[in-house]
């Protein structure tokens, strides 16, 4: 039980950091999808927080682990990550610089969302408890999600980027 309180604990972090970085970056950022995006994806990790502190605080009374339902009902913390993922894509008509700062910024919270998806990845693959092993596995799937929405959105701001340099290089 020491090794999955841990996991948690570790857990919990990464989600209050990841909570902290889209809070921070969805004021800061110049595209108003990308803004959106990451006001959403705040509240999730914010979610997922709760989750795991609800988790966390049943261990560490004399609950076992087995009496713990680690089962997870979604409408309960946050809606879908894939709900708003197509809006999310559509690239608006920010400049060339503006479009490179968020550039920058959408690839970190790719790699973030990267991170926290191998982490319960990982976590689960060291958990003998099967309730335990899925409940990682759903986090590791809702990551995953967040991941390949930074994913699509990254190209589609590479893209448009290469767009415009294109006809320069390439007159």
Do not use: C
């Amino acid at each position: 039980m020491d090794n999955i309180k841990k996991i948690l604990q570790f857990s919990m972090r990464m989600e209050r950091q990841g909570e902290n970085f889209y809070r921070y970056y969805a004021g800061r950022v110049n595209d108003v999808q990308t803004g959106k995006l990451f006001e959403q994806l705040a509240d999730m990790e914010k979610g997922h927080y709760n989750i795991l502190k609800e988790k966390f605080d049943a261990l560490g009374g004399d609950e076992s682990i087995q009496v713990i339902s680690w089962v997870v009902d979604i409408k309960n913390y946050m809606k879908s990550p894939k709900i708003f993922a197509d809006e999310a894509v559509a690239v608006d008509t920010a400049d060339e610089d503006e479009r490179i700062s968020d550039l920058a910024i959408v690839r970190m919270a790719y790699l973030i969302e990267k991170d926290f998806a191998h982490f319960y990845d990982y976590a689960a693959a060291r958990v003998d408890n099967e309730e335990v092993k899925n409940f990682l596995k759903t986090l590791a799937e809702w990551e995953t999600g967040h991941m390949e929405i930074f994913h699509d959105r990254y190209k589609s701001l590479m893209s448009k980027n290469w767009e415009d340099i294109g006809s320069y290089l390439f007159r």
